[in-house]
């Protein structure tokens, strides 16, 4: 089984505090998401990857930055946490071949 | 600009009804439609999935029904069981960057 894991279930964090999210992927997939979840709002892409050190900018990517320096791993990034960055973010998966997007378990993070 | 709308937004219906939910899509280079299935506290997971060259995928009691020149499908969920309580999402991808885009999400109680 694919296996999608970001390193924390839940996150506190303080406005203005640098905020390092972090997803790791077992399967070798080439390509990696951020999503961020709200209510009434679904999920919206904020940066994907489509190789090591590639990356695409997605519909709301203002307050975001990532990072891929191995393939497997995918690490979203709030320079600056504001609490309108509160939310649930999910991190994907998916082979350059294949249409399944897979997906961690989600981070909740409150921004205080 | 939301390229894919999903309703309702939420969907209460009795053990053993069906239940309906509709997407709409206006890009007519989206060739793979998606059906995702979240349930609480874990990320989404593919449910099924249909492709504009057929009007009719079904998987158990999940169907999707697909209109291509309405440029609509829906997932219809037969005998609905309370374990089928979640959060439903479509989404649409087309050939190339198989990016997935993502309606708002609908939530779903089958009561007992």
């Known amino acids: 089984d694919v296996k999608v894991t970001q390193s924390s279930r839940y996150l506190v964090k303080r406005t203005g505090e640098k905020v390092f999210l972090e997803c790791v992927q077992d399967?070798?997939?080439?390509?990696m998401f951020w999503y961020r979840q709200d209510p009434g709002l679904g999920l919206r892409l904020i940066y994907f990857?489509?190789?090591?050190?590639?990356?695409e900018k997605g519909d709301i990517p203002e307050g975001y930055s990532v990072s891929r320096e191995k393939k497997e791993r995918f690490s979203l990034i709030l320079e600056s946490a504001s609490t309108n960055q509160t939310s649930m973010y999910l991190c994907?998966?998916?082979?350059?071949?294949?249409?399944?997007?897979?997906f961690g378990q989600g981070t909740r993070l409150t921004v205080v | 600009q939301q390229q894919v709308k999903q309703s309702p937004q939420s969907l209460i219906v009795q053990k053993g009804g069906i239940s309906i939910i509709n997407c709409a899509y206006e890009?007519?280079?989206?060739?793979?439609f998606p059906w995702y299935q979240q349930f609480p506290g874990k990320g989404p997971a593919l449910l099924i999935a249909?492709?504009?060259?057929?009007s009719e995928k079904k998987e158990g009691r999940f169907t999707i029904s697909f209109n291509k020149s309405a440029k609509q499908f829906s997932l219809h969920i037969m005998d609905s069981q309370p374990g089928d309580s979640a959060t439903y999402f479509c989404?649409?991808?087309?050939?190339?960057?198989?990016?997935?885009?993502f309606g708002r999400g609908t939530s779903l109680i089958v009561h007992p």
């Open positions: 990857s489509y190789d090591v050190k590639m990356k």
């Open positions: 399967m070798d997939h080439e390509n």
């Open positions: 994907a998966s998916r082979d350059g071949m294949n249409t399944e997007a897979f």
């Open positions: 989404a649409a991808l087309s050939g190339g960057s198989y990016i997935p885009t």
């Open positions: 249909i492709r504009p060259d057929v």
């Open positions: 890009n007519t280079a989206f060739d793979y």
